[in-house]
């Protein structure tokens, strides 16, 4: 016995069209006319789009940070995804000082085991780079199914790591299928700037973009092209957040670098001027990179449509403004960073994508689950709609509108960076593997029924 969705329109990367999809199990079985057999389940879906369920590559769901730990865990984190159309989320495990890959990944597994709405697997961001952990790197992408690492090069004394340790990462990272994402800045010279603000008595959170300017977003991101070169090695830059960090990923992608490169929905939607308020609650927006000047979303959204930026996550990393944020309230520098959003980013893409003529509807689906599918090893199984593949699939209607607001959002945070901004079109049902997980905009499994990916190596012909 299968399940039927007939009538729909379906939305690939390449393609467009009305079909009917029979799910048998956890796969889809067959796309065309008449699909149904005779004992199936069938499901109208005539008026709705068919998106390949979302993938969402960059999480921070249940981090702990100084004292206390990010707001949503696994469990309202992913629920809150599913809702919002996101059947995979691949978050950011973390080895902290001292730890090896290995423990730091079974930390992450046990947050996350038996508490996901949405099927998950994990980067792995490395803090502590030594002899031990170079040793653990095939382990990493051949046994734990862990295919790309995360590097910081902002956050000094902390999660930061040197150009030394950058470049060996690189190296072995390429001989070992595996793919190094970046977060691009420079933490010396953020450093020093939140040291000069503080001397001048400028601890607001308004501050805080002061501290990372443009120019410490791009000095970070050419410092990894170069680095990339010379290791001849893949890299990926995560939030990317402005024109003079996207020109640079151009040049470096025209001189044949292997550079891939995210953007998140606040830099496309959401703007520097929220740090004109004098008052502590820009703390809100206390995130790295900071928001940008409006006119940088442009840049952003063509480089989306031109294939400079590769794909769409949310960076969520959601801290209370009540009890959290504001530990920061005499030093923006101790706001913890981060903001919620992985229940609006489908939502976000569409209403100021799709509906505004900057993005077509296939690009809309390879920005937001084909493409990172293909950069983290988990296509055709995820990230499109065909037989064979998960069918992880969202019923999607173009006409339902509604406002963000934290009042009705499912993050298990007590603020939206989104607040009163307008959605047009919504997940109404959704699927993963085959299983119903959202009826009519309501979780409808008793349990979370996620499970682990275990990722393929990023290609040696990409490498
Ligand atoms: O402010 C941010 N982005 N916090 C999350 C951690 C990171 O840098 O990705
Ligand atoms: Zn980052
Ligand atoms: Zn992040």
């Given at each position: 016995m299968g399940i039927v969705l007939r009538g729909g329109t379906i939305v690939t990367d390449t393609d467009c069209y009305h079909a009917d999809i029979r799910i048998q199990g956890e796969v889809i079985a067959t796309i065309g006319?008449?699909?149904?057999?005779?004992?199936d389940t069938v499901l109208p879906a005539e008026g709705y789009y068919i998106f390949p369920g979302g993938i969402d590559a960059h999480t921070h769901f249940d981090l702990p940070v100084g004292t206390m730990s990010t707001a949503d865990d696994f469990a309202s984190g992913t629920r809150a995804a599913i809702l919002g159309g996101t059947t995979t989320v691949i978050d950011y495990a973390t080895q902290f000082k001292g730890e090896t890959l290995k423990q730091g990944l079974a930390n992450w597994h046990q947050r996350a085991s038996g508490n996901c709405y949405t099927d998950y697997g994990f980067h792995m961001a490395i803090t502590d780079w030594n002899e031990h952990v170079s040793r653990e790197m095939p382990w990493l992408s051949q046994?734990?199914?862990?295919?790309s690492v995360k590097l910081y090069m902002a956050y000094k004394n902390i999660m930061q790591v040197d150009d030394s340790a950058l470049f060996q990462v690189l190296e072995r990272s390429r001989n070992c299928g595996i793919l190094t994402c970046v977060h691009c800045e420079n933490g010396d010279i953020v450093d020093n700037l939140t040291r000069q603000l503080r001397q001048q008595?400028?601890?607001?959170?308004?501050y805080h973009p002061l501290s990372r300017p443009p120019r410490v977003e791009q000095e970070a991101v050419n410092r990894l092209m170069v680095l990339a070169e010379l290791a001849d090695a893949p890299v990926f830059v995560v939030h990317l957040s402005c024109r003079e960090a996207m020109e640079t990923v151009a040049q470096a992608k025209a001189r044949g670098v292997k550079v891939f490169a995210e953007t998140c929905p606040q830099y496309l939607v959401l703007?520097?001027?929220?740090?004109?308020?004098?008052?502590?609650?820009?703390?809100?927006?206390?995130?790295?990179p900071p928001l940008r000047a409006k006119e940088n979303q442009a840049y952003l959204w063509n480089g989306l449509k031109t294939g400079i930026l590769d794909t769409v996550a949310t960076d969520h990393c959601s801290f209370n403004f009540r009890g959290q944020k504001d530990l920061?309230?005499?030093?923006?520098?101790k706001i913890p960073n981060g903001a919620p959003g992985v229940e609006h980013r489908l939502g976000l893409l569409y209403t100021y994508g799709v509906q505004a003529g900057k993005l077509s509807l296939t690009q809309f689906v390879d920005k937001m689950a084909t493409k990172p599918a293909k950069l983290f090893g988990i296509y055709p199984q995820k990230g499109t709609i065909a037989p064979?593949?998960?069918?992880?699939?969202v019923l999607w209607d173009e006409n339902r509108r509604f406002t963000i607001g934290a009042a009705s959002?499912?993050?298990?945070?007590?603020?939206?960076?989104?607040?009163g901004i307008e959605q047009q079109g919504q997940s109404i049902h959704v699927f993963l593997r085959g299983r119903q997980v959202v009826r009519n905009g309501v979780?409808?499994?008793?349990s979370p029924q996620g499970q682990y990916l275990f990722r393929k190596q990023f290609p040696q012909d990409k490498a």
């Open positions: 006319s008449q699909v149904a057999h005779e004992d046994e734990a199914g862990v295919t008595g400028k601890t607001a959170p308004a703007e520097d001027s929220v740090y004109q308020d004098p008052t502590f609650s820009c703390a809100k927006y206390v995130m790295s920061g309230r005499e030093d923006f520098s064979g593949s998960h069918a992880d699939l959002h499912a993050h298990n945070v007590d603020y939206s960076p989104y607040e979780v409808c499994v008793e």
